[in-house]
């Protein structure tokens, strides 16, 4: 019983990890205005699906603004919350209610992202 305890504890984190936030990691094909994406970079291919204005934004902050080791469009096509008025990217759903609890948290985080993507 204590060993199958200690492999489950081992087991979790790992799963946790893998399972990610919870959404699809299927790419786009094409950009909104009709242009390609660059085959086989999977990040350009789901920042293709938002309008030109927010895929510059979402360039500019390169990562979610929640879980900041997730690079934006690695989970699928980033989503898009407004904060304060100001756009805020997210690398899926499952970070929505996160960076909605601590909005001037998750703002400063924006701006750190976006000055170190300068």
């Known amino acids: 019983m204590k060993n199958?305890?200690?492999l489950v504890a081992l087991l979790l984190p790992a799963l946790v990890l893998l399972a990610g936030c919870g959404q699809s990691t299927k790419p786009a094909a094409s950009a909104p205005d009709g242009k390609p994406?660059?085959?086989?970079?999977?990040f350009a291919e789901a920042l293709a699906q938002l309008s030109p204005e927010d895929r510059k934004l979402a360039e500019a902050q390169k990562f979610c603004a929640?879980?900041?080791e997730r690079r934006l469009g690695g989970m699928g096509t980033p989503v898009k919350i407004m904060i304060e008025g100001q756009p805020v990217f997210l690398c899926c759903d499952g970070c929505k209610e996160g960076a909605l609890e601590k909005p001037q948290e998750t703002l400063a985080k924006v701006e750190k992202l976006k000055a170190a993507n300068k």
Do not use: E, Q
């Open 4 to 6: 199958l305890l200690s």
């Open 37 to 42: 994406a660059a085959k086989g970079d999977k």
């Open 66 to 68: 929640l879980a900041n």
